[in-house]
């Protein structure tokens, strides 16, 4: 039982349906129109994005003003209101209460000279002696108000009776 076999080279393939071509074609503007709604999706966000970038860019111009540079005479009342305000600021009620206070009266104040934008006082006085200048000097050492009290220069007066002791002192005064 020899079946024949029927070999056919020229038979073409099978044809697409009527229904199955028009289901591409459906499918295929589908396609084309997701696209061009994609397209426009992309464009709308890239608009929005500036928008975005436009507003934020004002409420930081807003809160954030640029300074304008200083002019010389603003600089300069600038400075006079800063000395003038480290002037008031001097202690100068506590610092003469501290160096008129002091218990043994072998010490004379002949001078009290400030330099504000240091905190520091430079004071001229006259001492009975050498101990007096001395113990005058660890006096305002161990203030609580003046720190860095430091002898600058001395002289004995040799020509003067009693042979007493003009000196200087330099202290820092603490700011609180």
Known sequence: MNQRLDIDFMHSGPRISPAGLA???IALVL???SGVFLWQAYDDNGRVQEQIEQVRHRLFAKSHHVARPATPAAIHAEKQSLAVLRELTVPWQDLLSILEDY????VAL??????PVQS????TAEAKNFDAMIAYLRYLQSSKLLREAVLNDHEIENNVPGT?????????????
């Not at 218990?103 to 072998?106: E, L, V």
């Not at 002949?110 to 330099?115: L, T």
């Open 120 to 123: 520091q006082i430079r004071i």
């Open 164 to 176: 007493p002791v003009r000196f200087q002192v330099t202290a820092v005064w603490s700011r609180s």
């Open 103 to 106: 218990p043994d009266h072998d």
């Open 31 to 33: 396609l084309l129109a």
């Open 110 to 115: 002949i001078g009290i000279d400030h330099n």
């Open 23 to 25: 289901l591409l074609i």
